[in-house]
C-alpha cells in the first residue's frame, strides 16, 4: 500500500534583512525600508553601526598613547549615541518589528568586508542608492561591491529619498547568465507577491523570426505563480542601462532585478557596465542584485 506524499507549501520569503550604516544621508531610508519590509513578513532588522578606530601613526607625527586613547574613547561614545538613535528611529517606524543595532568596531576601509561577513547570515543586505556621487558615492560603492561579491546574498538598492512600497510590478533583467538567474530567484520573495513581471532582454539587435530568449525564463516564473511575460528591446550595450531604466520608469515598474558584476569589477570600473551604470543612476526605483 503507497503512502501519500504531501510537500510542504513553498513560504520562502525574507526572514533577515541587514542594514549597514555606510554614513551617508541614504542611511535612514535604508533603515525605513527594511522595517517596512519586515512587518508584514515578521522579519527580523539587524543594523551594523560602525565605530571607525582611530589610525595610529608611527614617527615624528605620531599621535601619543594617551591621546590615541582619548579620540578612542570619543569615537566609542560617539558610536553608542549614533546606534541608540537607530535604535529609537526603528522602535518609531515599527515598534512590532524584531530588531537590533550591533556597534562594531573597525578601521575606516574594512567596514564594508565586515558588512560582507555579516551578510552571510541574512536573506538580503538593504543599502540606499548614491545621490550625490561627490558625497556619498565613494561609501556606498565600497559597501555595494563587498556585500555583493563577497557575501553570496543579494543586495537591495533603495532611493536615498523616498518610502518603500511593495512592488506591484517588477522588471527583471535578463540573460543567460549564471549572475542573472541568481537575482532572479534571489528576488522570488518579492516577485511572486507582484501583479505582473516583465522579463527584458535588451539585445543590440531584433530578429522577429527568432524566439524571444526571455520565453523560457517568464515560462519558469509562472510555474512559481508569477504573472511574467517576456520583453525584447534593442539598444547598443553602452545603452543597456538607460533602456532597461527608460522601460521600467515607463511601465511604472516598483522593482528592477539585475544580476551584479557579469563581467570583473575591474573592467566595468575601467572600461563601464550595466551594474556600474544602473549604480550610478539616482533613480527612484529600488534595484535588487546578485551576483
Known sequence: MGHEIHFPEDTAMFKDLLVPITDTPGDAAAIAAAAAIAGPRQARVAVLEFVNLPMPVSGPWATGDLALGDLYATF??????????????????????????????SFVADGPSLAAEQARYADVTILPMVADARRDGASIRAFFASVLLESGRPVLLVPAQGNWREPRHAVVSWRPTSEAARALHDALPLLRDTASVDVVVVGQEHDAQAPNPGDDIAAHLARHGVNARAVSLVAPHERIAATLLGHAQASAADLIVAGGYGHSRFREWMMGGVTADLLANPGTIPILFSH
Open 76 to 105: 566609542q561614545e560617539q558610536g553608542r549615541k549614533d546606534a541608540q538613535a537607530w535604535r529609537d528611529k526603528l522602535a518609531q517606524l515599527a515598534p512590532e518589528v524584531s530588531a537590533e543595532v550591533r556597534l562594531l568596531e
